[in-house]
């Protein structure tokens, strides 16, 4: 079976896009796995299929490059809303987290990313603490943040953030009991207090070059520290994301959706 699909990326965090919205698509953990191998398949951080939703303008399913299903991506629903429509009108997007609205106007897209979880078991944590500066630590990183962004975030913040060994201890913590299921783990360094550097593990995916969901958890760790003010900017290797987090406690991030090829592949 041959299906079309559309390989996009916002700042460098990239996806294969399906569209399954009038032609049903069911793909197997296994089949995940091989379009997302940069070898053998297409190659990718995460894969979507967009399908048909009785409540939104699309209903968005995401899945990691290890064929696991989550609930929400950041740079992957800028990626969506330019896809659905470019024209600067707002795009509803149903995904298993909840509805995001997105408005493209070409190739720079806002996205409402609702409000962040902050309790421990929104998070999930598998126990009752603190989510503005978790008692624990792994080695040099102490006392993170926790958000959920729609996924669970923890936020070290650091003196320098290309410093940790995130490719080391990111799977570690990743995968630590504390966290039922799993969590990405972004490393953070605050320059200014509209002013953020910040690299990410991602569950399922490894170190990536952004993470929108990353990016929104970072300034809202930040904020709730008293760190940084409601708008910021945060750098990541691939690009620039400015997230702001307003007074009816929605958090808006704004960056880039590029269209890097479509192409047909043999499923």
């Known amino acids: 079976m041959t299906r079309s699909f559309v390989k996009m990326h916002g700042l460098g965090n990239d996806f294969v896009i399906f569209d399954a919205r009038s032609e049903p698509l069911t793909l197997s953990r296994a089949q995940v796995r091989a379009?997302?191998?940069?070898?053998?398949?297409?190659?990718?951080?995460?894969?979507?299929?967009?399908?048909?939703?009785?409540?939104?303008?699309?209903?968005?399913?995401?899945?990691?490059?290890?064929?696991?299903?989550?609930?929400?991506?950041?740079?992957?629903?800028?990626?969506i809303a330019r896809l659905v429509n470019d024209s600067g009108r707002d795009v509803s997007i149903e995904t298993v987290a909840g509805i995001l609205t997105g408005n493209a106007a070409k190739d720079v897209v806002s996205v409402d990313m609702g409000i962040p979880g902050l309790d421990w078991d929104q998070i999930p944590l598998a126990y009752a603490m603190d989510t503005a500066e978790l008692p624990v630590g792994w080695e040099d990183l102490q006392n993170p943040g926790a958000v959920n962004m729609g996924n669970p975030h923890v936020v070290f913040f650091v003196p320098d953030a290309n410093a940790a060994d995130l490719a080391r201890l990111g799977p570690l913590i990743e995968t630590d009991p504390l966290f039922p299921e799993r969590v990405n783990v972004g490393i953070a360094q605050v320059n200014a207090r509209d002013d953020i550097t910040l690299r990410v593990w991602?569950?399922?995916?490894?170190?990536?070059?952004?993470?929108?969901?990353?990016?929104?958890?970072?300034?809202?760790?930040?904020m709730r520290r008293n760190l940084a003010d409601r708008t910021v900017t945060v750098h990541l290797p691939g690009g620039d994301l400015r997230v702001e987090w307003r007074a009816d406690d929605h958090v808006m991030m704004t960056g880039d959706a590029n269209i890097a090829f479509t192409g047909e592949v043999d499923l």
């Open 35 to 79: 379009l997302c191998d940069r070898r053998t398949g297409i190659g990718c951080d995460q894969l979507f299929v967009m399908e048909p939703s009785e409540t939104a303008d699309v209903f968005m399913r995401i899945w990691n490059a290890d064929g696991g299903e989550v609930g929400a991506c950041g740079n992957g629903a800028r990626c």
């Open 202 to 222: 991602e569950r399922g995916a490894g170190l990536t070059r952004a993470c929108g969901t990353g990016a929104c958890a970072a300034a809202i760790a930040a």
